[in-house]
Structures are given as C-alpha cells and as structure tokens.
C-alpha cells in the first residue's frame, strides 16, 4: 500500500522543512552563532547592507581560517527597520530563537536603547555604532560595547575644529535625537573656552519636510557658521533651503548625515563648501584594507567598526576558551592588552591566542580600548569638504 | 524558540488589544481613528512615568493609563464632533503626532527621545525571561479575552445598536432620538481607555518607551489587522491581530528558507510580501476575515 499524504499533511511536512535542517545541522557542528542587528531599512538603510557584507567577510575569513576554538562561526542576521518596536521583535529572534552569543552593529540610539536590556538580561553581549551618551549610562553590567565615540567626545572635537577654523558665531540646527540637547551643549562649551560665541540651538522635527520657519529663525541671529546636527534625509532638505535663501557662511555636519551619496543627489552648488566630520577609521591599518577591498569601495565608519565588532568577539572567545555572552562579557577588554603583540585582524590574533600568548587587538576603527562604562577610551576624527559635488579629504586628526 | 513563540505571542495581543479598542471607536461607531497610537503612547508613558518616577504599585499605574486614555478620547471626540470621514482621520492623526512631538519635547516630563528606561514588569526579577514571557502572554492574553467577552457582551446591547445605528446614518439615528454626540463621545472615550491599558502594559513589558516607538507605523499596522480580521467584530479584531504579527515576524525566518540573499534583499522581500499577503486578503474578502452579522429585518416576513 503506498502512502499519499493529503494537502494538509504535505503543507505541514513543507512549513516544518526549515525548522528541521536548523536541528540537523546544529547536531553536526555546533557552530558559534553571532547575530548582526543592522538597519536595512528606515532611515539607516544605507548602512546596514554593507555592514552585514563585512561582518559576513570577517566570519567567512575565520571559518577558512580553521574558526574558533576548533568550531565555525554561523552569522545571523535581522533587520532593525531603524525601529525600536521592530528592532525589540528582531533581536528577541535572535536571542531566543537563533540563540547568538552576541548582537553586533546596532546604529539607530533608539533601537540600541530599546534592545539592550533583552541582551543584558540574557546575557547576551550588545556590540553597538550608536552615539547617545545614555546608552552605556544604562544599567547594563557590562554587556554594552560601544566602539562610536560618544557625543561628549565627538562634539567636543568638532567645536574645536570649529574655532581654528574662525568661525566666530554659531547657531545650531538638530534633529530630535536622544544627543542633540547634549551635543549641543557639549558644542557650546568649548566654543565658548575658545572665544567663539554660541548664538543658540533650535530642535527640529527631523521627519517635517520643510524646515523653512526654522532657518529664518536661525538666520535672524545673523551666524556666520551652522552645526547642523542632522541625519541624511533632512539634511537634504536643509541644505536645499538654506542654499535658497542665501546663506553664504560655513555650515558643519557628521558624516552619517552628508554621505557621499547625498553629494551626488543635490546640485554642487547646494553642498559646495559644507564641510563634514566623522570619526576616522584607521587609514593605514590594514584591517581598513580589508573593510576597503571587502566593500570594493571607502568605507563608511560603521562598516569599519563591525569588522571589529566581530574580530573581538571571536578573539574574545578564543581568549575565554569558551564561547557564550559571558565569556565575551569578562574577556573582550583583555584582547585589547597594551602588554600584548599588536595584530589588525581576527586571524593572526586567533594563532596567538592559541600559542598562549597575549595580544592587543588594533582593528579597522584604530585601537580597541574601552573605559568600565563600554565607552571606546579615543579614537581619530576626519575632516572632509565637499567641493564641486566630492569629497576632499581637509585632515585626520 | 518557546520564549520567541511566546514573546511574538505578547506582541500580538497588544495588537489584539488595541484593534479591540479600535473596533469600538471605528468599528462599531464608524469614526476613522489614526490617532490610536496616541491614546497608546498617553497610555504607556502615563504609566512608565507613575511606576519610575512616583513608584505607584503597577496596578494603580494601569488603571491610570485608561482613564488618561479615555479622558483624552472624550476631549478628541468632542473637539472633532463635526469632523467626520476623511477629515476626522487626519485630525485623528495628527493628534497622534502632537502626542509623540509632546513626548520628544517636554524633556523635564518624559526624558525627550531618550525616553524612560528600568521600567520594572510584573515578576521580571523574580523570573527567568522564559517565565516572564510566559507570565505576560497569560495576562495580555487574558485580558484580550476578557475584554472581548465585555465588548461583545456591549456590541449586542442597545448601546451597540445605537452605535451601529449612528455608523450607518447619524441623521436616522438623531430623527430616533438618541443623542448622537454623548453617545460618540462615550464610545470614543471606552476605545481610548482600553488603547491607553494596552500601552500601559506595553511600556511594563517591553521595560521602555520612547517617542519613536509610537510613529503612525504601529497605527496603519492595527488599521490593517482590524480591516483584514473583519470591522466590527471582535474575534475579527484578535484574529486580525494574529495575522498582522504572523506574517511581519514569520517573515524574518525567510532568510532561512532562502540562505542565497543578501539580508537586504531578504527585507525587502518581506516588505514586498506582507504588502501583498494583505492586498489579497482584502481583495479576497473586503468584508474581513471574519464578517459582521447584523440581525436585517426580513421585509418578507412581514
């Protein structure tokens, strides 16, 4: 007698297929599992795919390398729809379903907010690109690692590239984030130390589409230098309208907001002259190389520092001689060891480690150093100026 | 897998809840509210603020976070009794802007777009994640029963009628000598009520609010679940519910089925196809899911 399965009993057999290969394998080999939680869509879409193409090299790199501890590293990941609600759904998969060891790559603050006290409280480590200072002032025990400097220190170094650039007032443009009052204010600080004079802040809806009552209200204070605090669409709109009405002076944005992308949509005349900072990856190293060649283009910083989020929980790992949330929690700050041998990649520090011996971990962003609160300690920043619709690189510093 | 079963599980009742309290104000009234994520919002900050900053027991927060619900239901009511359709959607909505631009800006009241994190959950502590997992899908689910079984219980009164009444013709229904506005006003008032218990538990679950967690996303979202499970129902509004979070989270497991793509084609993907999952639902049944049955007098009969 042969067996026909009804179209029940077939559908069932169909929806069941992935959930059994997951079993089969995971009896094989017992991979590590890392989860990267990027936006893919929303408003850091432009991002997030090509952090998820890095973080996926660096594994494939390891893996053909022999992998960690003898075992495979196995990549998942989600889509944080640049939406804490959404961002809290896809990382509650990848804890309790996929059961990572470590989230990597959280860029939106919101998101990053929303979804650390899952990881913390499933001991999970959070590997973040994330700029609010709140979030490592979050009761997190240690399982935040943040390696974007935070808006203290990024602000701080922008207001003094401001003043040597002879601005001599400024007034501020920010879009509603959890670190525009701070950053602001961080800003007005060290203008003030360096005789530049602060004009004032207005905080915008970054979701409005003109922002025109705004700039008036800006350029009644007569600036002759903006710090526009922005993110990428609104940014376009600003300059677009600032341009509009005839604003000649300097105007300051980070480089998540003014890609080179956005250079190419706007008209040269609109951005001529707009002068971009962003932390600065470590140029010369050869782990900015790899991030390089692995994109086939100049990477953006965060792509640069997900090729060290990896490296450093693999390295941990392997430092720990055991892999899960906690062994990366107590291990991940002694692979950055000033006693050790500097290594840029996941791999040569992988054979020391199992040589025995120590290793300080120097990756695509510049060193790997992190305060008690998960704060990386220092880092470089670039200047650029856009001319004639490019980039030109001003200094690294 | 259990713990995500039964987080995903927690989410769909808050979305079962709030098409619940969408259903009384749309559904059964027929007055368009795209603000629903507003009540939900002065719903869960209400209560995050009580518990974290006040330190009231949670029960007391959740009891406050309906009744603000259902106070700023009545005033929206009034304010727009003349507006009606088109025109009352987009008050409705902007309203639900006002209230997340509210929470970014009155930084003193409620952390700007920090937001307010160590908002504590019932037995958090105390329980694993599992646990508390468990603990939370019995009690948002409980609750969804509960008040389904209360507003079903109401849909079929006199006062579900008169409401049903004003949906198809406020004029018959005012020639009838039933006081139309009072009567909007009080079903306005019960669907914000239970929209603003929903964020409360909301906010206790998740642990944190913060205004971008209330963009109109969430709004269209329970829209959809309440349209595609059958307006004017409330096993609609649950089923609805199900559906919306079945297929936006059964679809992150798309990268499993199909390892060759890129994580951002596999967004794409799933963007593309909960579009078109409910596309055809609603062509396939404009009615819904599940479809209202109202008792027609049989001219026949007579």
Known sequence: MTIIPTRRQAMLAALAMPFLGRVAQGAAAEPILIGTLTPQTGAGGSFGPGMVKVAKAVVDDINAAGGVLGRKIELVSADDETNPDAGVRAARKLIDVNKVD??????????????????????????????????TKLPHQGYIIRTQPNTYLQS???????????????????????????????????????????????????????FRSEIDQALKTKPDALFLNSYTPDITVLLRELFRAGYEGKRYTFGYAATPKLLENVPADVVEGLVSFAPSPDLGSPAYARVKRILGAEP???????????????????????????????????????????????????????????????????PCKFTPLGDIEDCKFRFDVAEKGKYRLLSIS | MASYLLAMAVFAGF?????????????????????????????????????????????????????????????????????????????????????RLTASNEIWLTGGTDGISAIPGPFRGALSPLGFNLVF?????????????????????????????????????????????????????LGAGVLGFAGALYAHYNGYVAPDAFQPLITIYVVLALTAGGTGTMRGAMLGAVLVIALTEGTRFLDDVLPGLAPVQIAALREALIGTALIVILTWRPQGLVAERTRVLQLEAL
Not at chain 2, 169 to 184: C, I, N
């Open chain 2, 137 to 189: 899908a019995g009690l948002i689910w409980g609750v969804v029963a509960v008040t389904a079984l209360a507003l079903g219980r109401l849909s079929a009164s006199p006062f579900g009628r008169v409401l049903r009444a004003i949906r198809e013709d406020e004029m018959v229904a005012a020639v009838a000598g039933k006081p139309v506005l009072a009567f909007k006003v009080r079903a306005f008032a």
């Open chain 1, 156 to 210: 701080g170094r922008i207001a003094k590239y401001i003043v040597g650039d002879k601005a001599t007032k400024v007034f501020g443009l920010s879009a509603q984030t959890p670190f525009a009052v701070d950053s602001y204010n961080r800003l007005a600080e060290v203008l003030k130390a360096g005789n530049v004079e602060p004009l004032g802040d207005i905080v915008y809806d970054a979701a409005k589409t003109s």
């Open chain 1, 102 to 135: 470590a989230i990597a790559g959280t860029w939106a603050s919101a998101v990053t907010m929303a979804v650390a006290p899952l990881c913390w409280d499933n001991k999970v480590m959070l590997f973040t690109v994330s700029g609010a200072d709140s979030i």
């Open chain 1, 300 to 366: 953006d910083p965060y792509a640069a520092q997900i090729h060290d989020h990896i490296s450093l929980i693999a390295l941990s790992i392997a430092k720990a001689g055991a892999s899960g949330g906690v062994a990366i929690h107590d291990f991940v700050r002694a692979v950055g060891d000033a006693g050790g041998t500097k290594v840029t990649s996941a791999i040569d520090g992988l054979k020391l480690l199992a040589d025995g011996k120590a290793v300080n971990f120097e990756g695509a962003s510049g």
């Open chain 2, 15 to 99: 979305y079962a809840l709030m098409a619940l309290g969408l259903n009384v104000i749309w559904g059964l009234a027929g007055m368009i509210n795209l603000g629903l994520v507003g009540f939900f919002a002065i719903g869960a900050y209400t209560a995050a603020l009580l518990s974290v900053k006040l330190h009231v027991p949670m029960l007391v927060g959740w009891g406050a976070a309906a009744i603000a619900g259902s106070v700023a239901g009545a005033l929206l009511a009034v304010v727009t009794a003349r507006l009606k359709g088109d025109y009352l959607a987009i008050v409705t909505l902007g309203f639900s802007e006002i209230v």
